[in-house]
């Protein structure tokens, strides 16, 4: 059986919530194993979920109820998991995502929501990947704009047989600071803080963690970083939380960018490979497809981070192209040697993340919202969710990466029904839904279901909870380019 595989996680005595989504046409079983932090089993449940349908799994009341671990891993399997290895790319996985809630003290509203994928590409990590820390503060309003962001790492074991990784942490100029090494037993995860050389997260500081398995270059695990702050008043309620899984970066990487609804929102741009990028290309794309290109160069394990608003003066929502090195040479040379198999490749890479804030006239942070970059394929038919549930809605914006203009169909399911939407959108223009306000979806409040797009689109879905934007209580992303990889060799 294909698993797929994520880490829950109760820092902040977070709800975690399994969703599972059953993207075929016939019911399947759904089998879901929670290991502790040490690597013990707490429990194996198995759910049956109808055809084109979503379940929502608290983990919190099911496997949870007596643990007082602060993470551990959830795996997931499907009795009919098997590899096409045709141009549809991965049948059968355990498609969806854990979704973190971190509640007030009233127990209704939300201080910040972080999701991870449930996909086949977080379960077979190997070799090499990286994650990027970033301890400048987001919020700035007067009370809390001296408070500390912490940035706490994960890393599970998701192999047999105990494994020593190595993380080596560098500044935001490429250079060394430490490494640590870490034994992690059979399906046991480690936390550790990732801030900075003394292990504790320094104020506005950016960089980069490298993380080697020392046993084996095969050695399946998991990893992300997660950073959050708390806010003054009320006490123990908390500003933001954003989660980031680790990764190897790739030759050209694309990410959606918004400065919508007076929101706040940057990028952050490490190279991962042994190089310097010399001759590296940034194109911004506005909605109608218009584009701002600016060069820059970038050290080795160097970051870089950049306020979108410096890009887009007005607000707008688009999608960043990014490429390591504009080189042709270079880049048929990182091209092939690129793709889902991780290697040690020398040449340049870039590894993206795009994160926004949304904050009130006081400047009090409302909501934050945080989605990686990735090298999409054509052909490729991208799976995610919707939940009307919380009071939330579902926004689903789709950019076209390409040089002419394509054909998208949207397909929603949820209540037995299915609907089908057809969307042609323009070369490199970006389009939204709204999939409770649109004239054809209408999607009821306190419903969930599926959403399947047929078309080579960059995606996110953003759910809002409290509609307007002024009364946001959190913000998370679910990027539809998470669950299914085409090989483009």
Do not use: C
């Amino acid at each position: 059986l294909l698993e797929t595989n994520a880490i829950w996680q109760k820092h902040n005595g977070e709800i975690n919530i399994l969703e599972m989504q059953n993207d075929v046409a016939y019911q399947r079983r759904f089998t879901v194993v929670v290991y502790r932090k040490n690597g013990s089993q707490i429990a194996r449940k198995n759910y049956d979920i109808p055809a084109n349908s979503q379940r929502d799994i608290n983990l919190n009341k099911e496997f949870l109820t007596s643990v007082t671990d602060v993470s551990g891993v959830v795996r997931v399997t499907v009795t009919d998991s098997t590899y096409d290895s045709g141009d549809d790319g991965l049948v059968g996985v355990a498609h969806g995502r854990l979704v973190a809630y971190k509640y007030a003290a009233d127990g209704q509203k939300v201080d910040y929501a972080v999701t991870k994928p449930l996909d086949l590409s977080e379960g077979m990590k190997l070799g090499v990947s990286y994650l990027l820390y970033n301890s400048k503060q987001p919020q700035l309003n007067d009370a809390d704009i001296n408070n500390p962001v912490s940035q706490i790492i994960a890393i599970s074991n998701l192999a047999t047989s105990r494994q020593s990784f190595q993380i080596a942490t560098y500044n935001y100029k490429g250079e060394l600071l430490a490494t640590r090494i870490l034994s992690i037993p059979a399906n046991a995860t480690a936390n550790i803080r990732g801030g900075d050389t003394r292990n504790v997260a320094q104020p506005s500081r950016t960089g980069l963690h490298k993380i080697t398995p020392l046993n084996t270059d095969e050695a399946l695990y998991l990893a992300e970083i997660f950073r959050y702050s708390a806010r003054s008043n009320p006490a123990g309620s908390f500003a933001f939380g954003l989660v980031q899984s680790s990764r190897q970066g790739d030759w050209r990487e694309y990410v959606p960018v918004s400065t919508r609804d007076s929101s706040d929102n940057y990028v952050e741009i490490s190279n991962t490979g042994e190089e310097a990028i010399t001759n590296g290309r940034l194109n911004f794309y506005k909605k109608d497809g218009t584009k701002i290109t600016r060069s820059f160069t970038l050290a080795a394990k160097a970051v870089k981070h950049l306020n979108v608003r410096s890009f887009f003066v007005t607000d707008q929502s688009g999608y960043l192209a990014i490429e390591a090195d504009h080189t042709e040479g270079i880049l048929s040379t990182v091209r092939a040697k690129s793709g889902i198999n991780p290697m040690y490749v020398t040449m340049p890479r870039v590894h993206v993340l795009s994160a926004t804030y949304w904050r009130n006239e006081a400047n009090e942070l409302l909501a934050s919202v945080s989605v990686e970059g990735g090298n999409y394929y054509e052909q490729a038919m991208d799976v995610t969710s919707y939940s009307m549930k919380r009071g939330s809605t579902n926004s689903l914006r789709l950019s076209n990466f390409n040089d002419q203009s394509r054909t998208v169909t949207v397909t929603a399911y949820g209540a037995g029904v299915a609907k089908a939407k057809t969307i042609n959108i323009g070369a490199h223009k970006t389009v939204g839904i709204s999939l409770r306000d649109d004239d054809f979806f209408k999607l009821a409040e306190n419903t969930s279901g599926n959403i399947l797009v047929h078309g080579a689109v960059i995606g996110q879905l953003l759910r809002n909870g409290g509609g307007r934007i002024n009364e946001v209580d959190f913000a998370l992303s679910t990027p539809v380019n998470i669950t299914q990889y085409v090989m483009d060799f």
